[in-house]
Nanobody, 126 residues
Framework: LQLVESGGGLVQPGGSLRLSCAAA????????IGWFRQVPGKDREGLVC???????VTADSVRGRFTISRDNAKTTVYLQMNSLAPEDTGTYYC?????????????????????WGKGTLVTVSL
C-alpha cells in the first residue's frame, strides 16, 4: 500500500493550498484517514481526520481554516487549507488506520497508524 501526498509549496500568509493524498492501487476505504503536520523540534500533530462514513475531527489549531474531504471513488483525500499563517509551515503527511477511531487517529501521542505517505512540505512566508 502506498500513499502519495502532493500540493505543498510556498504560499504567502493568508493564502490557501489544497493538499492531496492519493492511494496507489487501492481505495481509501478505511475506518480512519487523517492529515498530520510535523515541524522540526515539535511533536507530530494530528490536524484533521475523516471516518468511513464522513465524520470528521479537527484540531483546535486549524479549526475553521482546514477541511478534509474525499472523492467519491475513495482514491484521494484532500486537505483544503485557508488563511494560512507562518506557524502552519511544516511537512504534511496523510495516514491510514485500519482499526482506530478518528478520535484516536488524530489524538495526541498515538503512534499506531498503519500506513503513511512520505509527506509534502508547506512553507508559509512572505
Amino acid at each position: 500500500l502506498q500513499l502519495v501526498e502532493s500540493g505543498g509549496g510556498l504560499v504567502q500568509p493568508g493564502g490557501s493550498l489544497r493538499l492531496s493524498c492519493a492511494a496507489a492501487g487501492f481505495t481509501l476505504d478505511y475506518p480512519a484517514i487523517g492529515w498530520f503536520r510535523q515541524v522540526p523540534g515539535k511533536d507530530r500533530e494530528g490536524l484533521v481526520c475523516i471516518s468511513r462514513n464522513g465524520d470528521t475531527v479537527t484540531a483546535d489549531s486549524v479549526r475553521g481554516r482546514f477541511t478534509i474531504s474525499r472523492d467519491n471513488a475513495k482514491t484521494t483525500v484532500y486537505l483544503q487549507m485557508n488563511s494560512l499563517a507562518p506557524e502552519d509551515t511544516g511537512t504534511y503527511y496523510c495516514a491510514i488506520d485500519r482499526a482506530a477511531s478518528i478520535q484516536t487517529l488524530c489524538g495526541p501521542r498515538y503512534y499506531g497508524q498503519d500506513y503513511w505517505g512520505k509527506g509534502t512540505l508547506v512553507t508559509v512566508s512572505l
